[in-house]
């Protein structure tokens, strides 16, 4: 395989990808909840944060079974355990994650119909 395979298989481009793009994504998806103006613009970082979290651990629970890790192994570590191991694993994903969701949430203004920033 070549070395472009190896980054996409075996690296980190993946996941970082795949969370860049949930970044984006989730904001925006939020946003179609919320009405237009800048309360609601600044309510949607909470919720999209969480949301970000949780999809974070879970994506990464599913890339240690991926890997090879059985998930009766990592369940039989105990909820608490788990919450402790993915969810740091996610909040530490903010590093990813957390610019580009801003830069999602800046984006929003653009959209609107009724209101203006």
């Known amino acids: 395989m ?12 993946l996941p970082i990808l795949i969370l860049a793009l949930l970044g984006f994504g989730v904001p925006r998806l939020i946003a179609r909840l919320l009405p237009e103006g800048v309360f609601a613009l600044l309510a949607n970082a909470a919720p999209s944060a969480l949301v970000m979290c949780i999809l974070s651990a879970a994506f990464f629970f599913g890339l240690y079974v991926w890997q090879g890790v059985p998930a009766r192994d990592l369940l039989a570590n105990g909820l608490r355990q788990n919450l402790v191991t993915f969810g740091g694993l996610g909040v530490i994903a903010a590093i990813i994650w957390a610019p580009i969701m ?16």
């Open 102 to 117: 801003v830069l999602s949430v800046a984006g929003l203004p653009r959209k609107w119909v009724d209101k203006t920033w």
């Open 2 to 13: 070549n070395r472009m395979g190896n980054i996409i298989s075996d690296g980190l481009f």
